[in-house]
T-cell receptor, first 114, second 109 residues
């Protein structure tokens, strides 16, 4: 157990639907990052929050949005889902910007859009 | 913009053989991190390199940061089946780390 909790572990939904992925960071970590990993692909950075504020955005689609709540958990909302959105979505957390001890990743949410 | 290439994309080795993956950047990196992702698992932080020419070892793993801080390598001596997985380098962008494409290692027993 890495200390980063992601729910649900698996999600199967139809095209056009909307889903919410949840992440609880490791205790004490203020930074949360969302990454997308498609089949046999690398990790694509989506968005980062620090203590409730958005700090950095990657190639995140307009159909996707995220937020970090006062208790520091984060949610990634994916709407108008397309088949190509099927992927593994990882949440990671870090102390500060992760420059010394790196990121701690959760076990991911596997999203399948049918 | 900054580009980091990781090679090779795939590597199959016989158990006991050595393995090396390389991360090459077109620009100078402030630091570089390495992660390992086991099949079906999540990335796990291995190490961070900061200084020019830095070399760090973790048992059979040797990590190097180039003198010009534009490249890095991860070398595994005498691979074991437990080394199977994808190895990623990651470099710091603004407020986030950007991951390389990864090298998938398969070890044949």
């Amino acid at each position: 157990d890495s200390g980063v909790t992601q729910t649900p572990k698996h999600l199967i939904t139809a095209t056009g639907q909307r889903v919410t992925l949840r992440c609880s960071p490791r205790s004490g970590d203020l930074s949360v990052y969302w990454y997308q990993q498609s089949l046999d692909q690398g990790l694509q950075f989506l968005i980062q929050y620090y203590n409730g504020e958005e700090r950095a955005k990657g190639n995140i689609l307009e159909r996707f949005s995220a937020q970090q709540f006062p208790d520091l958990h984060s949610e990634l909302n994916l709407s108008s889902l397309e088949l190509g959105d099927s992927a593994l979505y990882f949440c990671a957390s870090s102390t500060g910007q992760g420059r010394r001890y790196g990121y701690t990743f959760g076990s991911g949410t596997r999203l399948t859009v049918v | 913009g900054q580009q980091v290439m990781q090679i090779p994309q795939y590597q199959h080795v016989q158990e006991g053989e050595d393995f090396t993956t390389y991360c090459n950047s077109s620009t100078t990196l402030s630091n570089i991190q390495w992660y390992k992702q086991r099949p079906g698992g999540h990335p796990v932080f291995l190490i961070q390199l900061v200084k020019s020419g830095e070399v760090k070892k973790q048992k059979r793993l040797t990590f190097q940061f180039g003198e010009a801080k534009k490249n890095s390598s991860l070398h595994i001596t005498a691979t074991q089946t437990t080394d199977v997985g994808t190895y990623f380098c990651a470099y710091s962008g603004t407020y986030k780390y950007i991951f390389g494409t990864g090298t998938r290692l398969k070890v044949l027993a």
